[in-house]
């Protein structure tokens, strides 16, 4: 193995009900991507036990993809990521589970990731911004997040529901498709297609470090 070669990282998202195994090189170029969706029927959720049964389905699949698409091999690993939360319990165990295997068989090291921490680093990476004040919006979160001290800090979030879980809770009221996400159905929906606009207000607490969307 040459001293020059770049590192590389296989990492494994499995927090939802979406399974993904990314192949990674050090200065952020993505060698590979594949990922899989569990798509549940119009109307309803994904649950913790049938999002776990689906990621231990795809895993494998997805992780011999993964290297092929990057045309490399075990060989080639420097590390071995996966998110280790927060997200489902049950969906983040297969994720865990694959890794420590996979470290014992290929003899690599393993690093744990903060779901959150890795957007927002993601984020750096595209952008190239140094010192960032995120907003970050998922299907779990809705915070104000920015680095200070040493580690990332909340400065500001939501306390009675995240945009992304409300999007989704939509969704299912409308019966609408999962796939490919709930919120882009509903963009895409006649519901959309409205005149007029409705204000919601925004409360937001004297020191503005929590806010609540529910009017």
């Not at 420097?78 to 939360?85: A, I, Q, R, S, V």
């Not at 200070?148 to 945009?163: L, M, N, P």
């Not at 019966?175 to 159905?185: A, I, K, Q």
Request: net charge negative.
């Amino acid at each position: 193995m040459a001293k020059n070669k770049t590192l590389i990282a296989v990492g494994f998202e499995g927090s939802a009900n979406k399974i993904a195994v990314g192949v990674v090189a050090l200065d952020g170029t993505i060698l590979s991507n594949p990922r899989h969706t569990y798509i549940t029927p119009p109307g309803h959720g994904f649950l913790p036990r049938e999002t776990a049964h689906h990621h231990l389905r795809h895993v494998l699949p997805l992780l011999r993809s993964a290297l092929d698409d990057a045309g490399i091999t075990p060989a080639d690993v420097d590390c071995l990521c996966y998110t280790k939360g927060p997200g489902m319990g049950a969906p983040l165990q297969v994720s865990a589970v694959a890794v420590r295997a996979l470290s014992q068989l290929w003899g690599k090291p393993i690093v744990a990731v903060n779901h959150c921490v890795a957007h927002i680093e993601m984020g750096r990476v595209v952008t190239g911004a140094e010192d960032p004040v995120v907003l970050y919006v998922s299907g779990g979160n809705t915070q104000v997040i920015a680095y200070s001290e040493g580690r990332y800090r909340i400065f500001g979030e939501t306390i009675d529901i995240a945009v992304g879980n409300c999007l989704d809770r939509f969704a299912r009221v409308l019966t609408l498709s999962n796939d490919p996400s709930p919120g882009y159905n509903i963009e895409q929906s006649d519901y959309m297609s409205f005149q007029k606009l409705v204000e919601i207000p925004t409360l937001l607490s004297e020191s503005f470090l929590v806010c609540d969307f529910a009017p």
